[in-house]
């Protein structure tokens, strides 16, 4: 099956610099990348997501960027807030559509004031 | 819009007991997922139905554990007999089929003595 790999497991910076998390699969017919936020006591929220036939995508201080030969997807946060404070996880899809998600461990982002 | 609906959100029982989650989907959603997510093992994928059909289970852990979708509106996760080790927070999520982008419940938080 799909193994997804998810690095950092903690990443704390400062107020107003950027986050890049990282997560490797295995999987190379994998086709849907999605991010998910999930702050304390929360449900997973879907903060962004990127299909196979896209290299990036952004949606205002969040990027993600794909790069399927290597297996790797990133997540990218610019002009960090304290609200973006929370544990982020990446996921994987195979192929094939309505199949269930493989999560990565998740990251703890920690925005310093 | 409802979003998915989950009860109860929180159970606590006596290990042997049989414990029953609950899931509705979001109206016109025609797949269905659980996962159950703990601090050592992250965001597991349990089972998914397709139109009330189960198609994957491999994710179950054992035979304690059975999910049912008797219609297009509701679901259930059951576990008998219950041990502390299935002590997680069990959530549900949908979508349609064929889509991509999982919507999750607020998850059951179970804690088993």
């Known amino acids: 099956g799909e193994n997804v790999e998810q690095h950092p497991s903690t990443l704390s910076v400062q107020e107003g610099d950027s986050a890049v998390i990282k997560c490797t699969y295995s999987d190379s017919a994998s086709n849907y990348f999605p991010w998910y936020k999930q702050e304390l006591g929360k449900r997973p929220q879907l903060i962004i997501d990127i299909r196979s036939n896209v290299g990036e995508k952004k949606d205002q201080r969040i990027a993600v960027t794909l790069n399927k030969t290597a297996k790797h997807f990133s997540l990218h946060i610019t002009e960090t807030q304290p609200e973006d404070s929370a544990v982020y996880f990446c996921a994987v899809m195979p192929g094939g559509g309505a199949d269930g998600l493989t999560f990565g461990k998740g990251t703890h982002l920690i925005i310093q004031p | ?113």
């Open chain 2, 1 to 113: 819009d409802a979003g998915v609906i989950q009860s109860p959100r929180h159970e606590v029982t006596e290990m042997g007991q049989e414990v029953t989650l609950r899931c509705k989907p979001i109206s016109g959603h025609n797949s269905l997922f659980w996962y159950r997510q703990t601090m050592m093992r992250g965001l597991e994928l349990l089972i998914y139905f397709n139109n009330n059909v189960p198609i994957d289970d491999s994710g179950m852990p054992e035979d304690r554990f059975s999910a049912k979708m008797p219609n297009a509106s509701f679901s259930t996760l059951k576990i008998q007999p219950s041990e502390p080790r299935d002590s997680a927070v069990y959530f549900c999520a949908s979508t349609l089929t064929g889509g991509e982008t999982q919507y999750f419940g607020p998850g059951t938080r179970l804690l088993v003595l």
